[in-house]
């Protein structure tokens, strides 16, 4: 579960709670470039990152 940027590990997140606050994910991989993987039943199955073209941009 991704609680802070600052956070050791991989960022995943259930589904569940993906829906229930998306804007916040999205909002955090934009700010911290670090992708977030999205389980169901506890199994990746999407990976949400900063396009290519916007990496190093701001």
Known sequence: MLDTPEQDGPDQVAASEF???IHRFIES???TGR???VTRYGRP???LQ???E???EE
């Open 19 to 21: 829906r229930g606050a």
């Open 50 to 52: 900063v396009p290519a």
């Open 54 to 56: 916007a990496e190093g």
């Open 35 to 37: 992708p977030l993987t």
């Open 29 to 31: 991989v934009r700010r």
């Open 45 to 47: 199955v999407a990976v």
